[in-house]
Structures are given as structure tokens and as C-alpha cells.
């Protein structure tokens, strides 16, 4: 597939599960979108009985707090949409429908892994359309206390760095840098799940979170020790699921991002926060479309294949 042509999904493919936070159940169906139409959510299921069409965009993003959420929760929301939409940006998809019958994303694995192999189960299509991106002109840093994000300016490609650092012995201080392309999501991120503290657990409980969490979707971790059975599936699993969730908010720029990002101690708030100081200024960004003729693919510098409409939690 040329990878200066945006893409979809070749047919829909269906997960279910509950949220983790919610612990409702819910349904979704991807489903192929056409060429400009971006990545959107399709909330079904409402009281009212009336659809809500919720645009995957990070001035839908309602809430950060422990995931990301889009809409407005009287009218019709999604929450944890950030793991999907990391798939989705990972893989390289700009175009797709997200049909969901509930107000949570499935937690499945905990991961997004499950997404991707339901992706690569029906396959990718080309649109027929060239790619947009979002190139990254001047630096934009936001802080939080000792937390900070930035993007800043680089010749090709997107790459993130993402650091980490916690009290906790189990998990302490880890950084992950790569360049995103559909190779290296698969391989070293894609498969990195949602982690939490079991100290935690009776608060997050009382403000109505995680009350779908278990051992089959979460890292749980104790004073001393990962608490689940079969361990970690990499030995720096905190921090590549930090740098998922960054994949996945960041996508939430609306088209794929020319730049470099870096974080220390972020989340979901710091991550859609830069996306903010990023389009506040139209001098820091400009909208760049691939060119046929050009070379190979004006996206050879996301890596291959990386474009994506797509818009990307922590117990």
C-alpha cells in the first residue's frame, strides 16, 4: 500500500468487554470510513434513544482524570478512548467509525493488542486520498509542578520520549525514546497494559473508578512485588504503557503530528494539555499534505506508513 494515501479498515470487526473503570459492559464495531472523514465515535445505546456522533478530536476531550474521555456525559460520552485510538494511530488507519453501545471503551487485556489483532484480522485499504499532517514548527512546553510536555520541531518522522517516575520500588524511574512506526507499535508497545496501585484501589473505588479492574485487565502492584501471576511482558512495561497512552492522546491532534514529543512524569492531562498550547498559535504548526509524485511517500517521515486521523489510562 502506498503510504501517501490515507487508509481505513477493508471490513468491520467487532470486540466487546467491559471498562474498566465503569465495569459496564459494551460493544464496539470499527468500521471503514471514507477518505476526510477522520476518526469518530458513533455512541449508541442512550437513553434518550437518540445517536451521539462524537468527533475523536482533543477539543471533544471532556476529562483526564485516570483516562480520557470524549463528548459531554449528559449528551453522550466514550470514556478510555485512548488505547483504541493508539491502535489506531499506530497502525497507521486516518479513517474509521467507531459504533459503541456504552459509555466506556472494553477494557479487554488492559493493552492494545487486542485492537491491533482485530485490525490486522480484516486488514487495511487505501482511500484514494492523500495524507494530512500536523508539522510541528515551534516548540511548545506546558509544566505541572515537576511534570512537563513538549513537542518540538524535528526534520521527519514523529518520535517519543517518554519518561517516568514513581515512589512506588516496584515500578521507579523509566524512559522509553523510539520513532513511531507500524513495525515498532507492534512489537514494543502494543501489547503494554494499564497498571495501578493496590494501595489505591479502595479510593479510586469511592470516585467511581476502576470498578471493573481485575487481574485479567491490570498490572495490580504491591509494596513489594507485581501482584499478578504471570508477571510483566516486558521488564519496563510501566513506562511502554505510558508512551501507548501518549500515542494515543496525542492522536488526538486530528491528523498525524511531524514532530518530536517528550514528557516527564505526564498522563493524560499533560498530553492532551500540549496538544492545546500546540494549535493555540497558528505559528506553531502548519498543515502539510502528501505529494504522489514526490518521493516514495511524503509520510516516509513518519516511518512506514504511520499517517493517522486517529485520536488516543492509568489506574
Partial sequence: M?????????????????????????QITIRPAPANHGVAFLRTGMPTGND??????HACVSATELCTVIGDVASGAVATVEHLMSALYGLGIDNALIEIDGPEMPILDGSALPFVRAIDGVGLTACGAPRKWVKVLRPVRIEVGR?????????????LDV????????????RKAMDLTPASYRREIAGARTFGMMKDVERYWKAGFALGASLENTVAIGETAVVNPEGLRFADEFVRHKFLDAVGDLALAGLPLQGAYRSYCGGHRMNVGVLTALFS???????????????????????VGL?????AGEL
Avoid at 2 to 26: C, D, E, F, M
Avoid at 147 to 159: K, Q, S, T, V, Y
Avoid at 307 to 311: D, E, H, K, S, V
Fill in 307 to 311: 499517517g493517522i486521523a486517529a485520536f
Fill in 163 to 174: 519518561e517516568i517516575d514513581f515512589e512506588s520500588p516496584v515500578i521507579g524511574r523509566s
Fill in 2 to 26: 502506498r503510504t501517501n494515501q490515507q487508509t481505513t479498515l477493508k471490513a468491520p470487526t467487532t470486540l466487546s468487554g467491559i471498562g474498566v473503570h465503569s465495569g459496564n459492559p459494551a
Fill in 281 to 303: 498559535d497558528r505559528a506553531n504548526y502548519a498543515i502539510v499534505e502528501a505529494q504522489g509524485g514526490r518521493r516514495e511517500s511524503a509520510l516516509a517521515e513518519f516511518g
Fill in 52 to 57: 451521539r456522533f462524537i468527533k475523536a478530536h
Fill in 147 to 159: 511534570a512537563f510536555a513538549e513537542l518540538r520541531p524535528i526534520d521527519r518522522g514523529f518520535r
